[in-house]
């Protein structure tokens, strides 16, 4: 509060309306989907029986986007994956939806497109009918299949000659002993399924010997097996009697001095458009890009766990369907999302985004103790969400914005850790044992985000600052002396780098056009708390694909075609289309259209409390103003006093009376 006004005086204002301009981001509609599908299918050479990966929006590059902004025109057109069952590779069409024609299309012969949940559950099917399995179940005491869970995980690339070319599922298996339990408490250990997930024929069944008995003590997390649990907690509600400070229209969203569209893709699920702070361009387009789940585990079946959660599967495809005053509290704005089924029907997730206002403490105070007054500020978010679930796993992804200037990014981790079996007492010494005879691997959450950068337009560049010591000197007398170097990372090669604590390595992007009023590029400054240190070797199997986690930065020149940090076409993939590989070209990145990556994540040796559903765990990055503003951009808000705070016992407002 300042103590110098009085705040009963002001009215909340009313949320300015979003730019219209920022509707032509707004995602594919259902209509424009079936539009796109109908024309694929009736083209002679894909045909009615053409399998659909993806469909999303072919968004504009920045140049497009600027002839856009200035007057020009911005099509509607379909950016669509497709593949056949008898023919290989992947085709990628561009579809005019106002012209129904398909304008552009490339065939890649050695690519595979990702796994659908059509084709999750088809895996499941068709090894629980596989005599081999069957036997080896049988083997293990399983006499009734109805229990046995195969979870299709992603094959990889481990260059055995029966899987080439084809889409491969290597499985894993648990035991579910009743309809709602908790059957990631029983795995069956050792034994692994190798399937073509096209043609649904099972390649091999690996079936291990000396594996340790399936675990069978239940611990679950339904309610409906637990006993009743203590008194709840006393409401805690969130109040906004006049409404929510925001307002959205057709993706297209305004509050405070934000302004942003809302794209959602079945690949990367949430996507941020053309964020701006007070008409200033920050970020062209922010996504996660990738998310690569390593597994440390050499034994049994274990060393092929080194799944990609977006390449592979998709996070919008596999987003819920949120749940007022459950993932959501308070007034909530929700969006569906429309993704395609494996036929190029839409699939429709309702209430996929959420979008609301938070509370976020003080945002800054200070009191001058000479003359005892005091000035604060509560701080304010917007928060923009969504969750998916990924097999065991939920990612919940919170997208806020703040009322100085920042971006932050927030990843939860939760749902049920990847278990394996051991013989009680007798952990391997890559799980953790969580309980007696049930272990949980180290693994690493390794995401990477893709952020097209645009600080206050375009011609961007990432500038590396690292901070030394310095010696005992004539200058130096007192040894306290340190300082900061900026360096301008001017190529790919130059620009692919790691944290470095020993100096609190960081990097901004900067806009060598626009200086401040103190003659510096204005900045935004990547703040990156949570890199990881990746424990696969390079140059093994899964190394070689996940190139993208060796760095924590990465700094491309915008190009339309190199969308992800694992390639365009990851499942099953050699890897040449990652980051590692793109930037031997090492093309400039000073000074233009720039893409900034940044991988970060978990590093997670599971403890006993992450089970048997693991509490929120979460990592992130923020991108703050560094020089951008001339001062504090939260320094002159309106003074609020919250009136439905009271002292505790009381039942009304006790403050400013
Ligand atoms: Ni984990």
């Given at each position: ?6 705040p009963?005086?002001?009215k ?7 730019p219209?301009?920022?509707q ?6 259902p209509?424009?989907?079936n539009?796109?599908?109908a024309?694929?299918k009736?083209d002679?050479e894909?045909g ?8 999303d ?27 056949h ?35 999750m ?13 069957i ?17 299709s ?16 599922s290597?499985t894993?298996?648990?035991l579910?002993?009743?309809?709602f ?18 043609t ?12 340790p ?49 809302i794209g959602?893709t079945?690949?990367?699920?949430l996507?941020?458009h053309?964020?701006?702070?007070d008409?200033r361009?920050v ?5 996660i890009a ?10 049994y ?5 080194n799944i990609?959660d ?10 819920n ?8 509290l ?5 969006l ?7 036929k ?10 959420c979008?609301?206002?938070e509370?976020?403490?003080i945002?800054?105070?200070h009191?001058?103790f ?10 304010r978010?917007?928060?923009i969400?969504?969750?998916?679930t ?5 990612y ?7 009322q ?16 394996n079996?051991?013989h ?7 799980s ?6 049930l ?5 690493q959450h390794?995401?990477?985000a ?27 007398p ?5 300082h ?18 020993s ?16 003659g510096?590029?204005?900045a ?11 424990m696969?070797?390079d ?9 993208f ?7 491309t020149?915008?190009?339309?075609n190199e ?5 365009e076409?990851?499942a099953?993939s ?7 590989e793109?930037v ?15 991988s970060f ?14 509490p ?11 020089g951008?503003f001339?001062v504090?951009?939260?320094n ?12 505790a ?8 009376s």
């Amino acid at each position: 509060m300042n103590e110098a006004v009085k705040p009963a005086t002001l009215k909340p204002a009313a949320a300015p309306p979003p730019p219209k301009h920022l509707q032509a981001l707004a995602p594919l509609t259902p209509d424009e989907i079936n539009i796109a599908v109908a024309v694929v299918k009736a083209d002679p050479e894909l045909g009615p029986g053409v399998l659909f990966e993806n469909i999303d929006l072919r968004e504009p590059s920045p140049a497009e986007y600027r002839a856009y902004l200035d007057g020009g025109k911005l099509p509607r057109e379909a950016r669509i994956n497709v593949n056949h069952l008898d023919v290989p590779g992947v085709w990628q069409l561009i579809v005019s939806v106002a012209d129904k024609a398909i304008i552009r299309r490339t065939h890649f012969p050695a690519a595979r497109a990702g796994f659908m949940v059509e084709q999750m559950i088809s895996v499941e099917v068709n090894v629980k009918n596989d005599p081999r399995f069957i036997e080896a179940c049988r083997k293990r005491g399983i006499s009734d299949m109805t229990g046995v869970i195969v979870d299709s995980w992603s094959g990889g690339n481990f260059g055995h000659e029966d899987e080439e070319g084809r889409l491969i599922s290597h499985t894993f298996s648990w035991l579910r002993v009743h309809e709602f339990g908790n059957y990631y408490a029983h795995p069956i250990e050792g034994l692994n399924a190798v399937i073509d997930v096209k043609t649904g024929e099972v390649l091999r069944v690996d079936d291990y010997t000396d594996h340790p008995p399936i675990p069978m003590t239940r611990y679950d997390y339904d309610p409906e097996f637990l006993p009743p649990p203590d008194a709840p907690l006393k409401p805690l509600d969130v109040v906004q009697p006049d409404g929510v400070s925001f307002t959205i229209k057709d993706h297209a969203i305004s509050w405070d001095k934000w302004t942003l569209a809302i794209g959602f893709t079945p690949r990367e699920g949430l996507v941020l458009h053309d964020i701006r702070f007070d008409g200033r361009s920050v970020v062209r387009r922010a996504a996660i890009a990738e998310l690569v789940v390593p597994y440390g585990s050499p034994l049994y079946g274990h060393a092929r766990q080194n799944i990609f959660d977006v390449g592979e599967y998709g996070f919008g495809k596999l987003t819920n369907s949120l749940k007022l005053g459950c993932d959501c509290l308070g007034q909530i704005q929700y969006l569906d999302a429309h993704v395609n089924g494996l036929k190029g029907e839409v699939v429709t997730i309702e209430k996929a985004v959420c979008i609301h206002e938070e509370d976020a403490g003080i945002l800054w105070k200070h009191w001058d103790f000479r003359t005892g007054r005091t000035v604060l500020h509560r701080g304010r978010k917007l928060v923009i969400s969504s969750i998916c679930t990924v097999g065991n796993y939920e990612y919940a992804q919170y997208w806020y914005l703040d009322q100085a200037g920042e971006i932050e990014f927030e990843m939860k981790a939760t749902g049920i850790v990847n278990t394996n079996a051991c013989h009680p007492g007798q952990p391997d010494k890559y799980s953790t044992e969580i309980q007696p005879g049930l272990g949980a691997p180290i693994h690493q959450h390794i995401f990477c985000a893709r952020l097209d950068m645009a600080v206050d337009g375009g011609g961007n560049s990432v500038v590396e600052t690292n901070s030394y010591m310095e010696p005992f000197s004539d200058s130096n007398p007192y040894g306290n002396a340190f300082h900061a170097v900026d360096t301008v990372l001017k190529t790919e090669l130059a620009a692919a780098r790691r944290a470095d604590l020993s100096t609190h390595r960081s990097w901004k992007v900067v806009n060598p056009n626009k200086l401040s009023q103190v003659g510096k590029p204005v900045a935004y400054k990547l703040h990156a708390p949570n890199c990881v240190t990746p424990m696969i070797q390079d140059d093994g199997p899964s190394g070689i694909r996940s190139n993208f986690i060796r760095n924590h930065i990465w700094v491309t020149p915008f190009n339309e075609n190199e969308r992800y940090p694992a390639g365009e076409f990851v499942a099953n993939s050699d890897g040449r289309d990652g980051l590692a590989e793109l930037v031997k070209q090492d093309r400039n990145v000073e000074n233009t259209d720039i893409v900034l990556w940044h991988s970060f994540g978990l590093h997670h040796v599971v403890r006993a409390e992450d089970f048997p559903v693991q509490p929120c765990i979460s990592c992130g990055f923020s991108l703050a103003p560094a020089g951008f503003f001339e001062v504090n951009p939260s320094n002159n808000l309106p003074p609020v006093i919250n009136r439905a705070s009271v002292l505790a016992g009381e039942n009304k407002a006790s403050c400013c009376s």
